[in-house]
C-alpha cells in the first residue's frame, strides 16, 4: 500500500512510538464497505482505519489482520489479533476501526487503554513541521508580490477535526489558525488575514449560515467552505455544505483553486 495522499500516522502518546506508518482512511460508506477486500496481503506497516466505525467482517478476505478499535478519547478499547477471514468483529463504544497486518499490535506493544494520535504522514522520511513565514523582502518570480503561505482558518468545536485538518493542510504548507466559536470566525479573518475559511455547521448550521453571510459582506474575497457531519441534514438554501472528512481528501486542492481564483480577479 503505498503512502496515498491524506495517508496518516498513528503514534502511541506516551512514548511517541510509531503503531502504523501509513494508515489510509476509509471514511465513506463505499470505502468502509470495501476495506481491504480483494488485497491478496497487507504489509507491515500498513493499515486502514474505518471512520466512524465500532463492527468489522473479513468476508471474502485472504488473509488474518489485526484490528484496533479506537474510542473518540483516543484511547484504545479493544484489541483482537489474528481475525481470520469469514469472521466478524464489534466493539461499543468504538470511533475508529483500524485494520493492521497480523501480528502488528503485538509487535508494536499496543494494548487497550494506550492513547493514540493521528499525525499527517512525514513527507521523505522527515517530520513534518509547520511552515515558517517568508522573509518580508521574498518576492514572487514575476516581482509583483511577498509569497507566503496561503493563510486558511478551521472554525470547528470537533477536536478530532480540527487536528487532523490542522496537520493535512499544514503538511500542505498552509498557515492554519483555528477556533472552537465558530461565530468568532468573522473578527478572527480581520485579525489573521485569512484568506480561506472552512466552518463546521454540524452543531448549528443556522449559526454557520449566519457567519458565512458576515464574512462574504466584509471580505468578499476570502473564500469559505461549509462542512457537517455526514448525518446531519443538507440544508434546502443555495448553501454548498459537504461532508467533513470526505472534504479532507481534496481540501488542500481546493484552498489553492479558490485562492488562485481570487487573485486572479483582485
Known sequence: MAGAPGALVLRR???????????????????????????RELNPGDG????????????????????????????????????????????????????????EAARRGLEPGDRVAWAARPLNGRVTTAPQAPPPDTRASDGDAPTRPIRVLLGSRDDRFLRLARFLLTRSDFAVESTKRVPSAVDLVERHGSDFVILDASDSLSEA?????????????????????????????????????????????????????SRAWS
Open 48 to 103: 486502514v482505519v474505518l471512520r466512524p466505525g465500532w463492527s468489522i467482517h473479513t468476508a471474502f478476505m485472504f488473509f488474518p489482520i489485526d484490528v484496533v478499535y479506537v474510542s473518540a478519547d483516543q484511547v484504545v478499547i479493544k484489541v483482537v489479533r489474528n481475525l481470520k477471514p469469514w469472521r466478524a468483529s464489534t466493539c461499543r463504544g468504538a470511533r475508529d476501526v483500524v485494520e493492521l497486518a497480523a501480528g
Open 209 to 261: 449560515a449566519r457567519t458565512v453571510a458576515a464574512i462574504e459582506a466584509l471580505n468578499p474575497q476570502v473564500g469559505v467552505l461549509l462542512v457537517c457531519d455526514a448525518d446531519r441534514p443538507r440544508p434546502t438554501t443555495g448553501l454548498n455544505v459537504v461532508e467533513k472528512w470526505h472534504a479532507l481528501e481534496t481540501l488542500a486542492d481546493e484552498i489553492k483553486l479558490s485562492h488562485a481564483g
Open 13 to 39: 502518546e506516551d512514548d511517541g512510538r510509531v503503531v502504523c506508518e501509513r494508515v489510509v482512511v476509509a471514511d465513506t460508506t463505499f470505502r468502509r464497505l470495501r476495506g481491504l477486500l480483494g488485497k
